[in-house]
């Protein structure tokens, strides 16, 4: 079956004549398109039919050409901005195919990034941790320059019982807190300690870090997904799991839905964990950051002897840092103290220079201005998107450093691979689903703590232009 279009001169300013030919509309309609720009039936500039138009021309669906210009975006052929539609790119000059085979454009090296998963790394309180890094050295005893506890230096244990206590709402005392290299090594800390206990099933979110999963089975440990609705995850699903000694959680802020998990849900994962001796390992990344709703303590409060809490200062201050912490049942500590003994993963000046920098106040100091900044950033972003692609959605801003952008279905390979070509890194929520699980919606994770200052407006404006591309 071939069909052709023909297109007035006052939708495009010229007419222009395509034949789509194959089973595969999209495929012919993109392969049609690359030919006349090849050929030079189509010169760089000209201003192609909206999809709305161009799908009635054909007698098609209008996704069907949507999906095709965003892809043809993504390659480099085409260009949309909104306001004035879809044109064909400059750099996809007019020539004479040379081969019969197209050779598509190379994708630029990242400009900007809205990764999640780091914060302003540009904010760093350079001055004040150099600060207290002179104080620590300074009044460090001699013992502090050998091997020490393996659960870390009791000076950061003591300032972080505090903090916890009265930041966060854990029940924390300086023996029960075990040191670590961020979240990472701490899990995997875990994940010895659980695999030694002979647990065989770790449950985990529906959606989360592919590297947090490949840590326990790596260890042997299966990962059985709990199910994700609009109030976040079904923990009533833990009773279901017959084989699940633990689960990993992030309830204050779920990543990277977004959602803190509702009162009636975490109160089942607690008597879960209690009627079946499972533990729940949470994972509190950013829950220092929050905006306009109410501080949301930490899990670990409800029920100290059933909860590992896990945080870093990872988001807080920088991700290389290297520097974690874990609050453990009682029963616990001796078992994870065994398990890192041995792997002294943090250098005993950084962990001094931590206690100072808290014990000074300077801690709370830049959490207070990084979370007025963040803030502002999220409003600014909020803002634009709703005056410039009011099509799309975006939720999970009440904390956090991060949003996540709803979008049309069908849409975020090529809205993902659109930005990659405008020199913009960032990832879709598909990217975080479970393999278990089938395909869910579309989104994008926008990671709005990532650019420095200097770059926020920049990376604002391109991520703006890709979702121009992007039709209700």
Known sequence: MVKSWAT?????????????????????????????????????????????????????????????YAELVAEGWLTARQG???RVAQRAQARQDRSHAPRLPTRRKPTYSLMAGSPDLASFPRADWLKAARHAITEAPHEAFGLGDPRGRVELRTALADYLARARGVYA????????????HGLMLMATVLRARRVREVAVESYGL?????????????????????????????????GAGAVLMTPAHQFPVG??????????????????????????????????RQPVGALQGLDPEHVVYIGTASKSLAPGLRLGWMVLPEHLVDEVGRAKAGD???????????????RSGAYDRHVRGMRLRYRR??????????ERVPQVRVSGIAAGLHALVELPPGTERSVVQGAAWQGLALEGLAHFRNPQLPPGRDALVVGY?????SGWAGTLAVLLQVLSVVEA
């Not at 005392?173 to 990472?184: E, Q, T």
């Not at 209690?274 to 390992?281: A, P």
């Not at 002294?344 to 808290?358: K, N, P, R, Y």
């Not at 703590?449 to 200052?453: E, I, L, R, V, Y």
Request: aromatic fraction near 4%; glycine fraction near 12%; charge should be negative.
């Open 8 to 68: 007035s001169p006052e939708t495009l300013g010229v007419d222009l004549h395509i034949e789509v030919g194959g089973a595969g509309l999209r495929s012919g309609l993109m392969d049609a398109l690359r030919e006349a720009v090849r050929g030079g039936r189509l010169a760089p500039g000209t201003r192609l039919p909206s999809s709305r138009t161009l799908a009635a021309d054909l007698g098609i669906a209008r996704n069907t050409v949507a999906d095709a």
């Open 84 to 86: 004035s539609g879809t």
């Open 173 to 184: 005392s300086p023996d029960r807190i075990v040191v670590c290299a961020g979240f990472l």
């Open 210 to 242: 592919d590297f947090h999963r490949k840590v326990l089975t790596g260890a042997g440990l299966r990962t059985p997904p709990l199910s994700l609705d609009e109030r976040g995850t079904r923990t009533e699903e833990l009773g279901e799991l017959k």
């Open 259 to 292: 959602l803190p998990l509702p009162p009636d849900r975490r109160a089942a994962a607690v008597d879960w964990a209690r009627t079946t001796g499972g533990l729940i390992v949470e994972d509190d990344y950013d829950g220092e950051f929050r905006y306009d």
């Open 344 to 358: 002294w993963a943090c250098g005993a000046l950084d962990q001094l220079t931590l206690a100072q920098f808290i």
């Open 377 to 386: 950033r999220r409003d600014q972003l909020v803002a634009a998107l709703a």
């Open 449 to 453: 703590g990532t650019p420095p200052d």
